[in-house]
């Protein structure tokens, strides 16, 4: 038995050296043409930590899976579909967890981001999660002022470190990703 | 005139798989092109002028950059046998778009920008006829335009707006006509006029998105109007522009468009023209 929650231990310490961000499912809305899917799709192509892009042209949703061990920009990610001229209606980030305790309203640091949990329970994520971006410019501004009515935290309107944040979860940036599950 | 227009309009409603298309031939959107993108553009024009009953043409080369996602320039050329009997350079314009105005949603966005355009024109305001031949009608023009007729100016604001299958945009721009190079604008024009468009679009094929190899297929209807505005000169005039588009790869793109005059009182020496262009994108031109 003590040798088996070892064994466990081992395994979750090389996972949580492996925890990074492994895919993100961006729906890009505002495009109505082959060009401006194309544009999109070269746009986030340059990424320097994207290593293929599947595509669902009919939805205009980009699958990016991302290089192995390469620091992921969620923000760079949102900054290419703008410059190609359109908006992030959705952003579901696959990460991979490695028994990471989560809360509501908590920050957790993770793989170089501070997360920022939202109507979440509390529980522990483990294995390959999706988890859904939904600070400003990352979902529709209609669903943003939803969740904006939900929370008193003003770090939700800026996404940024502010007064109101728990300082437990030792913050990796002043920049904070509000996701949800 | 009202009859096309809702004839159009129920089509385009009732096509439920088309999807809308804002790439308009005759104006621009108010959408810009990526950031960071280069397009080359070759416009051919063939027109019947009035008084000399030839076939005139207007070539219109035309770089086109994304300068940040808001920002777009383009710059042109003008050459054309309109004032003489052969070809010949006439000048030069820019003309540079700005978005201040995005709202996106699923399948929908609303749109507005704003955009200015000068041109640098060297051609005289009546043509000159070659030695020995005689206009077959007087020259009775009092158009003018920033695209090789005349220098100037002109600024405006676009709205796109972006309906279930309906893709409509709407333009409104003032002009300011200036004199050209060599020759000073007559005292019977009009110097300024104010620009009107009213632009509808829409996707035929692909039925289903699954490649950008897919070839596109676009149809558009533009009503393209103007006023000149000044006491001398005054006239107004509508014209219609059904065109068809290509678009090969996702970055070609060829366009065919006729247009002609529905209504008007402004005396042109143009009223019908016929529009060819190939249109090529390069995506991301610094990595």
């Known amino acids: ?181 | 005139m009202k009859r096309i227009l809702i004839i159009a309009m129920i089509i385009m409603a009732g096509n439920g798989i088309a999807a809308a298309q804002e790439l308009y031939v005759n104006t621009e959107p108010a959408s810009n092109m990526p950031a960071n993108s280069l397009g080359i553009r070759l416009t051919n024009k063939f027109f019947n002028m009035k008084h000399s009953g030839d076939n005139g043409m207007r070539f219109e080369p035309e770089v086109m950059w994304g300068a940040n996602k808001r920002l777009m320039l383009h710059v042109l050329g003008y050459a054309s046998n309109m004032m003489q009997p052969s070809v010949k350079l006439e000048g030069g314009g820019v003309y540079a778009k700005y978005r201040f105005l995005s709202l996106d949603q699923q399948h929908a966005h609303f749109r507005m920008a704003a955009y200015v355009r000068g041109a640098v024109i060297n051609n005289p305001y009546y043509p000159e006829m070659p030695d020995g031949s005689h206009a077959m009608r007087p020259y009775d023009n009092k158009e003018l335009d920033l695209e090789g007729v005349t220098s100037g100016v002109n600024g405006g604001i676009i709205a796109t707006q972006l309906l279930h299958k309906l893709a409509l945009s709407t333009t409104l721009g003032y002009s300011r006509y200036m004199n050209n190079v060599k020759d000073e604008i007559p005292d019977d024009f009009s110097r300024s006029s104010v620009n009107y468009s009213l632009s509808a679009g829409y996707l035929v094929l692909p039925v289903k998105y699954k490649s950008f190899q897919q070839t596109n297929l676009n149809l558009y209807v533009e009503l393209l109007g103007k006023t000149n505005t000044d006491a001398v000169g005054r006239g107004s005039y509508l014209d219609i522009a059904p065109a068809v588009q290509f678009i090969f790869n996702s970055t070609t793109r060829l366009d065919l468009s006729y247009r002609t005059q529905l209504t008007g009182d402004m005396a042109r020496n143009t009223s019908n023209s016929f529009l060819i262009r190939v249109e090529h994108n390069i995506f991301n031109i610094k990595k």
């Open chain 1, 1 to 181: 038995m003590k040798i088996v929650s070892i064994i466990l231990l081992a395994l979750g310490i090389s996972f949580g050296a492996n925890a990074q961000f492994k895919k993100a499912s961006v729906h890009a809305t505002g495009l109505t043409c082959a060009m401006c899917s194309k544009a999109t799709y070269e746009a986030l192509e340059s990424l320097p930590f994207v290593e293929k892009i599947d595509t669902d042209l009919d939805n205009t949703t980009f699958i990016l899976t991302f290089k192995t061990g390469a620091p992921v920009s969620i923000d760079a990610i949102k900054g290419k579909v703008e410059d190609a001229g359109f908006s992030v209606g959705k952003l579901v980030m696959t990460a991979n967890f490695d028994a990471v305790s989560v809360q509501n309203d908590a920050h957790v640091a993770f793989a170089g981001s501070t997360l920022h949990f939202m109507d979440v329970k509390n529980q522990v994520l483990s294995g390959d999660k999706d988890i859904t971006v939904i600070d400003k410019d990352f979902i529709s501004s209609k669903q943003f002022k939803k969740f904006s009515t939900e929370t008193t935290m003003p770090c939700y309107k800026t996404g940024m470190m502010s007064d109101c944040c728990k300082t437990d979860g030792a913050a990796a940036s002043k920049r904070i990703y509000h996701v949800t599950i």
